[in-house]
């Protein structure tokens, strides 16, 4: 038996309100379909018209889509562009003066950016890389706050052609140095140190130790924003400060012209074994995928839309929905230095309220501590600007959702809850909302040209209602291309045999509802064998997370003689961590509660309480060191990426 069976049953449904949908970009179901019947019937067809459509190109392509060396698919590979042309000059000739980013610093201080002080920015550090000697197809590495400086370098890559590889700025020494070392980076923009939460982080003094590990001394220079006046040691002849970097730079920049093809970035992304992957992105199908998921998800208005993704630049969310995506569109957008929780847990409602924001994007982990911290301190704020609220990252327990779409959307505003990967480059599976209704937990439907599939260990499709194997069956335009320098593991991790070997294999496991409607049910890695029945582990978390008295769940597996695998559930609660008799008392209470939402089955063996969970920088619960606590076994994990380590020691005490 193959298939991952569903137990959790979810039957509320929302639909679009009529005042959103009335001006929708898909303004609904009929014009939905007929965008998803065109997809059918000629793929390649459908998004030829929309890179014609969207993209300036330099050199229109005449072709569409090259199969022949499957899975190493091409897009529009004869067409020529400039990303950052695309996401900056275009909108000039009209639109200048207008907003790009506003951005809100740690300490509240505000800073607008116009299209034409972006273009300024870009094009002087764009020259000041250039004359550095930095050519098309160099990597640079950026490891920076959340700033505008951040973004400016990102775009300046673009702009001359650079490969640029962000390294979120929480990531370790020994995390930036692999990365250098992968990446074989002639040079790294870096800042002193940054802001959040008011405590200064220091950047500079962490690229100094990582360019001391093997393989780093292709790093010929290193630029330093200086953010903080924290002290930083300059060594001669390859540091330099970014003002002293770009002075007396023209604000004008020749664009590189790219191919399609040509790589515009690569974004390492932890594996669940060994080194991190190096995902390699291309310019023109990249930038499409970012610029429709705007369209028919975002439902971006440029000229009205405030838009806020508060993802760092160091993910890909950070890359296709705040440095290239919003941009393209030449919408306004918020960037914050900061953290949800600081000055307090008002933070983003305040700063929805201060700049009117339209559209926020984040991720659900946020939203549930932002519930345990102050449910109900959206009420003090003004949040009627909102129109539209989306969330990525993992799924979202329908009790998240649900406090999301009546405390933040006040029932008004739709939610995008979008499925995609690093890999991806865009969303994948998500709601147009005009057109469709909305489930609390599900990511609902394909987006139009994207062939998503829930199939069996063999490649079959499975009938709705059943679990198995998410994956897409035809070629995207924003899909990666390869891993950086690692062609072999791209094909083996992505595209395997078994499935056919042209079939993208996106690692999650899902169930199809008789609607058609999709529910990510967690991590392949992760599925649970409990007496014979394969369990995805979110659903289960689910349940937990709807007991009013939890505010975040997460559940491994261990092994079992009799039962396969027993379920250990690591549970934070909204209040204290309880011990002793309490913890006895609300385990038993948690394991029925369980019992009576989805079965038997999926009751709980063991909980343990903690006052958080460990998770990496991004965010993501890292279920691969529960389990081994879960074991009883000893950490051998690097831990340098986890957010809290101090939670280790309270969750490894079984309870
Ligand atoms: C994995 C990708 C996509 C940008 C941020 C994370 C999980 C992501 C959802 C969602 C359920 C989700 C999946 C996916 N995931 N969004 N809306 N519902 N699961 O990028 O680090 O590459 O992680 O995040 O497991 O495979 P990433």
Same mark, same amino acid.
């Given at each position: *038996? ?21 001006? +929708? ?52 590979? $004869?067409?020529?562009? !400039? ?36 273009? $300024? ?32 370098? @990102? ?21 930036? &140095?692999?990365?250098?070392? $992968? ?16 405590? #200064? ?31 930083? !040691? ?59 998921? *705007? ?32 941009? +393209? ?28 924001? #339209? ?62 990967? #690093? ?35 063999? &490649? ?6 059943? &679990? ?23 094909? +083996? ?9 042209? #079939? ?16 990510? @049910? ?34 491994? &597996? ?85 957010? !809290? ?11």
């Amino acid at each position: *038996m193959s298939h991952i069976e569903s137990i959790l049953h979810e039957n509320r449904s929302f639909h679009p309100h009529p005042e959103f949908q009335a001006s +929708a970009n898909v303004a609904g179901p009929e014009h939905h379909q007929s965008l998803l019947e065109q997809a059918a019937a000629d793929h390649t067809g459908f998004w030829a018209e929309l890179a014609r459509q969207h993209i300036d190109w330099h050199k229109p392509f005449t072709q569409v889509l090259d199969e022949s060396q499957a899975p190493f698919y091409r897009w529009f590979y $004869d067409g020529e562009l !400039n990303v950052s042309v695309n996401c900056i000059d275009r909108h000039l000739a009209q639109h200048a003066n207008r907003t790009a980013l506003i951005f809100e610093a740690d300490d509240g201080t505000v800073n607008r950016v116009t299209y034409q002080q972006l273009h $300024d920015q870009v094009s002087q550090l764009g020259n000041a890389l250039r004359r550095q000697g930095v050519r098309k197809g160099d990597r640079v590495i950026i490891y920076m706050p959340m700033s505008v400086e951040a973004v400016v370098a @990102m775009q300046a890559c673009a702009r001359i052609g650079a490969i640029h590889s962000v390294v979120f700025g929480g990531f370790s020494a020994k995390s930036l &140095g692999e990365r250098i070392a $992968d990446a074989q980076a002639c040079l790294v923009i870096t800042a002193d140190a940054g802001f959040r939460g008011g405590k #200064t982080i220091a950047l500079k003094p962490v690229v100094d130790e990582a360019l001391n590990m093997p393989a780093t001394d292709c790093v010929r220079h290193v630029v330093v924003y200086q953010r903080a006046r924290h002290p930083v !040691n300059m060594v001669e002849n390859r540091d330099i400060w970014w003002q002293d970097f770009i002075a007396g730079m023209p604000s004008v920049c020749e664009p590189e012209w790219m191919n399609a093809e040509d790589p515009l970035f690569i974004l390492y992304t932890s594996g669940s074994t060994g080194t991190p992957k190096g995902v390699q992105h291309s310019s023109g199908g990249y930038l499409l995928g970012a610029i429709m998921s *705007m369209h028919w998800v975002f439902d971006a208005k440029p000229a009205s839309d405030v838009f806020w993704c508060t993802a760092d630049v160091g993910w890909i969310t950070g890359h296709s929905y705040v440095a290239y995506g919003p941009l +393209a569109l030449g919408m306004t957008e918020v960037i914050f230095e900061g953290i949800p929780t600081w000055p307090d847990a008002g933070r983003f409602w305040r700063m929805i309220q201060d700049h009117k924001v #339209t559209t926020f994007y984040t991720a659900p982990t946020a939203i549930r501590s932002l519930i345990k911290l102050g449910a109900d301190l959206p009420r003090q704020y003004d949040l009627s600007s909102l129109r539209l609220l989306g969330t990525v990252g993992e799924p979202i327990n329908p009790e998240a959702w649900v406090w999301f779409h009546e405390e933040v959307g006040h029932s008004r505003c739709p939610i995008v809850d979008t499925w995609w990967q #690093t890999e991806t480059g865009s969303h994948m599976i998500a709601p147009v909302p005009g057109a469709l209704h909305t489930k609390p937990g599900s990511c609902t439907r394909p987006l139009p040209g994207i062939h998503a599939d829930v199939v069996d260990e063999q &490649g079959n499709s499975l009938p709705h209602g059943e &679990g198995g194997y998410l994956v897409i069956r035809r070629p995207f335009p924003s899909q990666l291309r390869t891993l950086w320098n690692n062609p072999e593991r791209f094909r +083996a991790t992505y595209f395997p045999a078994e499935l056919g070997g042209t #079939t993208y294999l996106a690692g999650d496991s899902a169930h199809r509802d008789q609607e058609g409607y999709f529910w990510i @049910m967690g991590r392949i890695d992760d599925v649970l064998n409990v007496s014979g029945h394969r369990l995805g582990t979110m659903e289960i978390e689910s349940a937990l997370v709807s007991h009013p008295a939890v505010a975040e769940a997460a559940v491994v &597996g261990k092994p079992h003689d009799v039962k396969g695998e027993a379920i250990v559930a690591f549970v934070v609660l909204k209040g204290p961590r309880p011990e002793g008799e309490e913890a006895a008392r609300l385990s038993a209470e948690l394991r029925n509660w369980v019992g009576q939402e989805i079965g038997a089955i999926a009751k709980p063996d063991e909980i343990r309480f903690g006052d958080n969970l460990p998770k990496t920088r991004s965010g993501k619960i890292m279920r691969r060191l529960l389990r081994t606590l879960a074991k009883g076994g000893e950490i051998d994990q690097d831990v340098s990426t986890l957010e !809290n380590p101090a939670i280790l020691q309270q969750l490894s005490v079984a309870g």
